[in-house]
């Protein structure tokens, strides 16, 4: 009795003390996690721009920041210009061909700005728009879902094939069905990387094209699943594929079913509820190095794969970071900011600085200072 | 012997029995079925078979001349350096004894120079060989070449704070080559506008303005601009793009040292106007766009007078002090001398309401117009100097460089070149086409519609009844030769009724152009090749893509094996090798128009009859609803830009 009494008081002891150890290691533990350095940095308030501000339209598709500093934003009613810290817009009146912008690119040694729309393609030149229209011109489609220059050519996204377009010879060309593997006609994406482009198909996965060898090669989600991702890191996540992204030799596949990432020879795939990746509805991602910045309709996440920071309006209407390490607790912190809507349709990224397009306004990130390193003189 | 006779005559009336019954029965069913006229009258067996381009006048050999082109002066002054296109020379002529010194040959017509800062290096663009040359003047010789953008026809050299910069004006791809000099390559080429001719550098190198020669493409109710580009030279980056409302055909641009201004030469464009007055500008105008190159801001002043024009307005020098300004008339033989101080007086006290009215006003150009020195035949690239005391004038037709004492305007004497072509009838034909004598107040020539003999790529109103009521698409005279009749109507069987009196009466108001003259004018259209198109390989063969197009052209049936009805496929009224029957057909636009050849055809836009259609797509995409213009409705987007691929081959 005695010795089952000791036990007991032993075992409760013990308890206790693993209690006592476990909460201690809880604070041990974010005390720790805040002072781990991210592989990207934080972002500390947002600054955001909405009707009030200037935007002619709640809903922002895309944003990039220009070779000349300027900043230029999409818009369900045109085309915006940041100068002077005013916006400029351009319109239908001014000659864009339609007022919905979904998507551009600049030819960064000419300075020109091509802008995609629901109904064509602009060439902004020095303030001079040239129209390029499906019964225009070469251009496969007149909706427009992505850009992307390489070179000589303009490679266009459509809703019915991949056109590209020489810059120097004015030649057009275009991919579909008909003549390559693409299983559906609508691409949303493309995106060139040295020396091959890849192509976002809705519902025909990822093409990747060798330019030199002009051979189309098919990237499909092994389980042709559209929601459950039955095989892992095995290929695309889904064949829904909403936008593609390539930065230093990682590809990046967003879809409405989840994201993958591609490194030439392996796949790794994330879902929501399987990984920290706040929504399975992945609009577009923006990889800067080898971090990619998530556009969701719950939110933004940024993630290099393995550590992963999402920023959301939590359910007391308050902006959140949620920090997420491999093999630890989620972190969550309050922000004074947030975004203006979790809908998050475009996304720039660099070095100092983010802007999101939502389907209520621009935001404009900025990062908190990086934590100062520990000094050498308190480590002794 | 008799009855031999009587056996010839048995034979011939057999045949002709045969012919008869042939023709009853066979041939005109035939030429029903084939040329789908209704009437006759105008088909022959010749509108389709034994048509051959071999034996046009364009296709045999012509003589070539000493014509100068592009001039620049060396810094010294000492030597003048002149480029013979049409030789395949470029020539260094000694300034002081006007003698020519010694010849060089570069290959691909050598058409714009420009000299760097020491004169070391002659650059030269070589407008059919789609490269820029580099000469050694110690040696005039060829020490370098580059491949640029097609056709290029003025280069400029400049320094900027990365190193010395060429930047090139191609006409043809309607874009901007931005090399360095050292090492000799292209570091981007930024677009144009269309037919960029010439470029300007500013004083301090910052900036490159190109002048564009045709206005972009428009519907045909648009008024029509062209546009000056601004590039950054260092960069390769666009700058800024400025329209020229209602004017085009800006052959020249420089900078004037001594204010912040560009200047180039343009002709005011009157085509969306009945062409029924004659008086106030009439169907065109000459004018100097004076651009402010910082803002950008553009204003356009007349060189004209109220009754007496100077039409063709092409190079353009301004002396260093920046006080004058020399225009050349190609047209009207004259270099215009624009006093720039008493021009800058008008602007400075006129209102921002006269600045935009002032190029309609005829009677201004007396206010800063102070001398029209006259020259021989066709006056184009000018030079000056390097003191500004000498100015130099290609005489382009008149194979020689007159040299002119700036101060006193004075000719002092001519650099001669070659003979003038007097003996050939193609030359002389070109100097008829060039000149604004022919027409009323000598407001315009043949050329001002027709650079080059090609298009100006707008659409006039032939019509008195309302204004653009009658719209009708100038059409190229590049490879027309075999082609007739001629107009949209098809009325005129030939080149000489299609120049003769009735032209006079409706455009030219004046007496007809006299016959001898007008058979040199008919000679000379007849030798102008079709356009040279950048997607035609030398060697005929075709890329994938326009093999296909070749494929749907000639096709007589669809994909899915549907018959294409004989009259609505393609070959049937473009059938080679003229790629036109020369006949008229309706094809869905409103009435019978004649079938135009499709030789460079990707470089006459607009299309149709009245230039509705800006873009060769635009033909079956939007103004070919019922198939009339050939069956189209079964293509899908590939097919078509395959056939269109293949159409810019011709």
């Known amino acids: ?380 | 012997m008799k009855k031999r006779v009587l056996v010839i005559l048995l034979v011939l009336t057999g045949l002709a029995g045969v012919a008869l019954w042939l023709r009853q029965n066979y041939w005109t069913d035939h030429m029903l079925r084939m040329s789908h006229q209704k009437n006759l009258a105008k088909v022959t067996c010749f509108n389709c078979h034994l048509v051959s381009t071999d034996r046009l006048r364009w296709a045999q050999p012509r003589p070539h001349h000493d014509a100068p082109a592009g001039l620049a002066v060396s810094p010294d002054g000492k030597k003048i350096y002149i480029a013979l296109d049409d030789r395949d020379e470029v020539a260094e002529a000694d300034t002081a004894s006007r003698q020519v010194l010694r010849r060089a040959k570069v290959a691909g017509r050598p058409f714009g120079l420009a000299l760097d800062a020491a004169g070391k290096n002659l650059f030269v663009t070589c407008r059919d060989g789609d490269r820029l040359a580099v000469l050694d003047t110690q040696t005039l010789s060829e020490t370098g070449s580059v491949p640029v953008g097609m056709a290029p026809v003025a280069v400029a050299f400049c320094r900027t704070a990365a190193g010395d910069r060429l930047v090139v004006a191609n006409s043809m791809s309607d874009d901007i080559s931005v090399l360095s000099v050292s090492p000799l390559q292209e570091l981007g080429r930024p677009s144009a506008g269309r037919d960029p001719f010439a470029v300007a550098i500013t004083p301090d190198g910052t900036r490159a303005f190109i002048a564009n020669r045709l206005v972009s493409l428009a519907t045909g109710h648009t008024i029509p601009a062209s546009e000056i580009t601004e590039i950054d030279p260092m960069t390769a980056r666009t700058a800024r793009r400025e329209t020229l409302d209602s004017a085009h055909q800006s052959e020249g641009i420089c900078a004037v040292p001594s204010r912040p201004w560009m200047l180039a030469p343009l002709v005011k464009v009157r085509n969306l106007v009945p062409i029924t007055q004659v008086a106030n500008g009439w169907v065109m105008s000459s004018g100097l766009a004076v651009t402010d190159i910082k803002t950008g801001n553009v204003i356009q002043m007349p060189l004209d007078e109220a009754n007496n024009y100077f039409a063709d307005p092409s190079g353009i020098v301004v002396d260093p002090a920046g006080r004058r300004a020399f225009v050349a008339s190609g047209g009207g033989d004259v270099v215009t001398v624009v006093d720039l101080e008493r021009l800058a007086g008008w602007l400075e006290k006129a209102d921002p309401a006269a600045k935009r009215e002032a190029v309609y006003d005829m009677s201004l150009a007396p206010e800063y117009v102070t001398a029209r020195i006259p020259t021989e035949r066709n006056p184009k690239q000018l030079a000056l100097s390097p003191d500004g005391g000498t100015l130099f004038v290609a005489e382009r037709l008149a194979d020689s460089i007159l040299v002119v004492d700036a101060k006193s305007v004075a000719a002092q004497g001519r650099i001669v070149l070659g003979d003038g072509g007097l003996n050939d009838p193609i030359r002389r034909g070109e100097k008829v086409f060039t000149k604004a004598g022919f027409t009323f107040q000598n407001q315009f020539s043949c050329r001002s519609c027709h650079p080059d003999g090609h298009v100006d790529g707008l659409s006039y109103d032939f019509d008195t009844s309302g204004i653009g009521d009658n719209l009708l698409d100038n059409r190229s005279l590049m490879g027309v030769a075999g082609t007739e009749p001629f107009k949209w109507n098809g009325k005129n069987p030939t080149l000489e009724v299609q120049c003769g009196p009735r032209f006079a009466r409706v455009l030219m108001r004046t007496d007809p152009i006299p016959q001898k003259e007008l058979l040199d004018l008919t000679t000379y259209i007849k030798s102008l090749p079709p356009h040279r198109v950048a997607t035609r390989s030398a060697d005929g063969t075709l890329t994938p893509s326009q093999e296909r197009g070749k494929a749907i052209f000639f096709a007589t049936k669809t994909p899915g094996g549907q018959e294409i009805p004989h009259e609505r496929r393609c070959s049937t009224c473009h059938r080679p090798p003229l790629y036109s029957v020369r006949l008229s057909f309706d094809v869905g636009t409103g009435g019978m128009f004649d079938t135009p050849h499709l030789l460079g055809v990707a470089a006459s836009a607009p299309y149709l009859h009245d230039g509705r259609a800006q873009s060769l797509e635009e033909l079956w995409t939007i103004y070919n609803p019922n198939d009339q213009h050939g069956v189209s409705s079964y293509m899908n987007k590939i097919q078509l830009n395959d056939l269109v691929d293949y159409l810019k081959t011709l």
């Open chain 1, 1 to 380: 009795m005695k010795t089952t009494l000791n036990s007991l008081t032993l075992a409760a002891g013990m308890v206790l003390l693993f209690s006592l150890a476990g909460a201690t290691g809880v604070r041990a533990a974010e005390t720790a996690t805040n002072d781990l350095p991210l592989p990207f940095p934080l972002i500390d308030r947002f600054e955001n721009f909405q009707i009030k501000d200037g935007l002619p339209t709640h809903k922002a598709h895309c944003v990039l920041r220009a070779s000349d500093g300027k900043l230029w934003v999409g818009t369900y009613n045109g085309a915006l210009v940041r100068e002077d810290g005013k916006f400029r817009r351009i319109g239908v009146e001014d000659g864009l061909s339609h007022k919905m912008v979904l998507c551009m690119v600049e030819d960064k040694r000419t300075g020109d700005m091509w802008i995609g729309t629901m109904r064509g393609l602009n060439r902004y030149s020095a303030g001079h728009i040239t129209t390029y229209l499906q019964t225009t011109s070469g251009l496969p489609n007149n909706v427009i879902y992505g850009l992307d220059i390489m070179d000589d050519t303009l490679w266009v996204a459509t809703a019915a094939g991949l056109g590209s377009l020489n810059l120097k010879t004015g030649e057009w060309a275009i991919y579909d069905q008909s003549n390559t593997v693409m299983h559906e006609p609508w691409v949303y994406a493309v995106k060139g990387a040295k020396d091959r482009i890849f192509v976002g198909v809705w519902g025909g996965g990822i093409l990747e094209y060798e330019l030199s060898n002009k051979i189309f090669k098919e990237h499909r989600d092994p389980d042709r699943d559209f929601h459950y991702e039955l095989v892992h890191d095995a290929g695309p996540v889904s064949d829904i594929t909403s936008w593609i992204a390539w930065e230093d030799d990682i590809l990046w596949q967003g879809t409405y079913f989840g994201m993958s990432r591609y490194d030439g020879s392996r796949w790794r795939t994330w879902q929501e509820k399987k990984s920290p990746l706040i929504s399975n509805f992945v609009n577009f991602i923006w990889p800067h190095g080898r971090v990619a910045w998530v556009g969701t309709d719950r939110g933004i996440s940024v993630t290099d794969g393995n550590t992963w920071a999402t920023y959301r309006t939590n359910e007391k209407g308050e902006g959140i970071v949620e920090i997420a390490r491999p093999g630890r607790p989620v972190e969550t912190r309050t922000m004074s900011t947030k975004l203006p809507n979790d809908f998050v349709l475009g996304i720039w990224v660099d070095d100092q600085e983010a802007w999101f397009a939502t389907s209520d306004g621009l935001s404009h990130a900025i990062f908190a200072a990086p934590p100062k390193p520990t000094k050498v003189a308190d480590a002794k």
